[in-house]
């Protein structure tokens, strides 16, 4: 009976709108520096939120707060409206899953297996769903076949898609991903932020952190801007990257316009070559 009173219950599927993560006035130190001030940010599912700013803006660190990896100095961030410290670890697991912005493995494990690891959670909550999972994760980031083959001998393009793999394997209805196509050629960065799009229309929320702000107008519904640990602005993408502010944020003048054919927002560097 402890047994069954200690089992982890999954989450009630979510509505589009509900908040399902929050970051409250978060205060984030690493060693002296203070790397997070007062960041306040609200996740909701049905949407992609991408968090873009320059190197050392504090998007990475906000992320791991908002995943409760990172120790908060102060503010509370909050999971499915609970403070993230009061769930356990197995519960935890069944309502975010996390993709850091590398990924390694000691052992030769092959690329089925890395990606069956995110069904852990579910052991014992849903167990029949595994095979399921993993293959429409793997299929969904084209990694099906080479299943077979060692995760140590993969390219690391290859590499990113399989770790994406195994947090879609996970099905938590939050995922936050680091830097998901930075490892990726042009076609494979589309495929990745198209999977982000499917799971918020699918219900779930995602939060993604990009330094490509042209895929994060076309992809993110929205974007929050930090710089120096602040958010400086978050809104919809048409409403926030503005050039203005972007070419400030980013000490790089930058252009905003409108694409000839289909009015889609381009973002763009300004060059003068």
């Not at 947090?167 to 982000?196: I, N």
């Not at 000839?260 to 381009?266: D, N, S, Y």
């Amino acid at each position: 009976m402890r047994l069954l009173r200690n089992r982890p219950t999954p989450p009630a599927p979510a509505e589009p709108g509900d908040i399902l993560a929050t970051a409250e006035d978060l205060h984030v130190r690493l060693g002296p520096r203070e790397v997070l001030s007062g960041v306040s940010v609200t996740v909701r599912a049905g949407e992609v939120l991408a968090l873009v700013g320059p190197n050392g803006a504090g998007k990475s660190t906000l992320l791991g707060a908002l995943a409760a990896d990172i120790p908060v100095a102060a503010g509370v961030v909050r999971i499915h409206g609970r403070p993230a410290t009061e769930w356990s670890a197995p519960e935890l697991a069944l309502r975010r899953a996390v993709l850091p912005q590398s990924a390694s493995l000691s052992f030769p494990f092959t690329v089925e297996e890395v990606v069956r690891m995110g069904r852990a959670p579910w052991a014992v909550a849903a167990p029949e769903d595994d095979d399921l999972a993993v293959e429409e994760a793997m299929r969904q980031t084209e990694v099906t076949g080479f299943a077979p083959r060692s995760f140590s001998a993969l390219s690391g393009g290859e590499r990113a898609r399989v770790a994406l793999a195994r947090v879609l394997a996970q099905r938590a209805p939050l995922l936050l991903l680091d830097e998901p196509t930075a490892a990726l050629d042009l076609r494979h960065q589309e495929l990745v932020l198209g999977v982000c799009r499917e799971r918020a229309r699918a219900g779930d929320a995602v939060v993604v952190v990009l330094h490509d702000l042209g895929l994060a107008a076309a992809y993110a519904h929205r974007v929050a801007i930090l710089r120096a640990g602040r958010v400086v602005a978050d809104g919809a993408p048409e409403e926030v990257l503005d050039q203005t502010l972007l070419s400030e944020v980013y000490e790089q003048a930058v252009e905003v316009f409108p694409h000839p054919r289909t009015g889609a927002l381009l973002v763009n560097p300004k060059r003068n070559l």
